[in-house]
């Protein structure tokens, strides 16, 4: 199955037996607009009211223009969630990277799963 990044991030991915492949940037980032809605306010002490935002995402942006069957996408949690909602038809094709791999020093090198949204 090919792999193209719909991130500004090269994503490694790590393999069952160790092996490691990066996948770069493929130039094209899939992006959505946050839509935030105010339905309450949160008293804190000492501070007062703090908005309370629904948070939603609009349609997405900077999608390929035809979404091959041998292929999968890499995108943001933000940009999968969009597409889950707005463009269902083609959600499948969409991963996220999941179950993050840490250096010695907890820094997130790598990713051993992908996961739909």
Known sequence: MRVVNLTPHPITLVGAGGGAITIPPSGRIVRAQEVREVVGAVEVDGLGAIPVLAVSYGEPEGLPEVVEADTIYL??????SAIR?????????????SDPVPDPEGRIVGARALARI
């Open 75 to 80: 995108v943001s949690a933000i940009a999968a």
């Open 85 to 97: 909602r707005h463009r269902p038809e083609i959600a499948d094709h969409f991963f996220v990277v």
